[in-house]
């Protein structure tokens, strides 16, 4: 059975740093480009950032480029979201998703599973 | 970026209704459109991917249609697991993937 597993959210004030894990099984890591993708409290869905399988391609919502980072660990089947300077805006639930293909940059592909989401609250 | 809208933004039905979603892109993506269910508490799941074809384990009372910039989803006949909220996705520019604003479902 294929199982992503979030952790590491939690209270940071603004301007902190968090940094989450997602664990995967039931699959070869390393064939498929992941994602994260948060939402707000109450709110929609919001793509953050991809990193391709072999963890040589990153890219990043305009909202949080130059403050979160994306990594990967494949011997691991570990996903990373290094999030720094952070703002209440960042607050959500933070989910990791696997692509269906291994280049998070090719057209195509969806979201299959999801994990069951880590919550990041920014405040003083 | 592609802007994606879902109407309407919120319904209310019976068990047994057909319910049907709509999904507009701000420019054609031809059918690399996905649609997703998200239950409160929970993670999204998929339900139709490549605008039209079922995911494994879904229903067949879920059905996705459009291509370009006009989509649907139909629920055939509502189910009372059914009441949740639905969120549709573009991939054709990605990695920007965008999604929609979600239809809310709830019992009328």
């Known amino acids: 059975e294929v199982q992503l597993v979030e952790s590491g959210g939690g209270l940071v004030q603004p301007g902190g740093s968090l940094r989450l894990s997602c664990a995967a099984s039931g699959f070869t890591f390393s064939s498929y480009a992941m994602s994260w993708v948060r939402q707000a409290p109450g709110k929609g869905l919001e793509w953050v950032s991809a990193i391709s399988g072999s963890g040589g391609s990153t890219y990043y919502a305009d909202s949080v480029k130059g403050r979160f980072t994306i990594s990967r660990d494949n011997s691991k089947n570990t996903l990373y979201l290094q999030m720094n300077s952070l703002r209440a805006e960042d607050t959500a639930v933070y989910y990791c998703?696997?692509?269906?293909?291994?280049?998070?940059?090719?057209?195509?592909?969806?979201?299959?599973?999801w994990g069951q989401g880590t919550l990041v609250t920014v405040s003083s | 970026d592609i802007q994606m809208t879902q109407s309407p933004s919120s319904l209310s039905a019976s068990v047994g209704d057909r319910v049907t979603i709509t999904c507009r892109a701000s420019q054609s993506i031809s059918s690399y459109l996905n649609w997703y269910q998200q239950k409160p508490g929970k993670a999204p799941k998929l339900l139709i991917y490549?605008?039209?074809s079922l995911q494994s384990g879904v229903p067949s009372r879920f059905s996705g249609s459009g291509s370009g910039t006009d989509f649907t989803l139909t629920i055939s006949s509502l189910q009372p697991e059914d009441f949740a909220t639905y969120y549709c996705q573009q991939s054709y520019s990605t990695p920007r993937i965008t999604f929609g604003p979600g239809t809310k479902v709830d019992i009328k």
């Open positions: 998703a696997k692509n269906t293909i291994a280049a998070a940059g090719t057209r195509g592909g969806w979201f299959d599973p």
């Open positions: 490549a605008a039209s």
